[in-house]
């Protein structure tokens, strides 16, 4: 049974830095598709970036230049590096995987795991 915990989530000031990770078990498969989505109040889930098994990423066009995904294969832990963050990157940031594809996409419905989401706030 796959499994994604993230950890990282918490209150920072603007303009400060957080990293999300993401640890992801009860897998075997060697290709993936990686993600991280966010939900701000009131608002839809949006997705933020993905990295691919050979190691390319995307991302969201809000996030672009500030945001890093990255993924350690040895502790199977998807990473998202926050820097330069704004109070509209306020939500909840939920890690997301597709392990069977060897390609991403960006819309929610592509991916079958989910984890339960941590909180980030940004104060201004």
């Known amino acids: 049974q796959v499994q994604l915990v993230e950890s990282g989530g918490g209150s920072v000031q603007a303009g400060g830095s957080l990293r999300l990770s993401c640890v992801v078990s009860g897998y075997t498969s060697s290709r993936y598709c990686m993600g991280w989505f966010r939900q701000a109040p009131g608002k839809e889930r949006e997705w933020v970036a993905y990295?691919?098994?050979?190691?390319?990423?995307n991302y969201a066009d809000s996030v672009k230049g500030r945001f890093t995904i990255s993924k350690d294969n040895a502790k199977n832990t998807l990473y998202l590096q926050m820097s330069s963050l704004k109070p509209e990157d306020t939500a909840v940031y939920s890690c997301a995987a597709n392990l069977r594809a060897g390609f991403c996409v960006t819309g929610r419905s592509f991916y079958p795991d989910w984890g339960q989401g941590t909180q980030v706030t940004v104060s201004s």
């Open positions: 990295i691919v098994t050979d190691g390319r990423t």
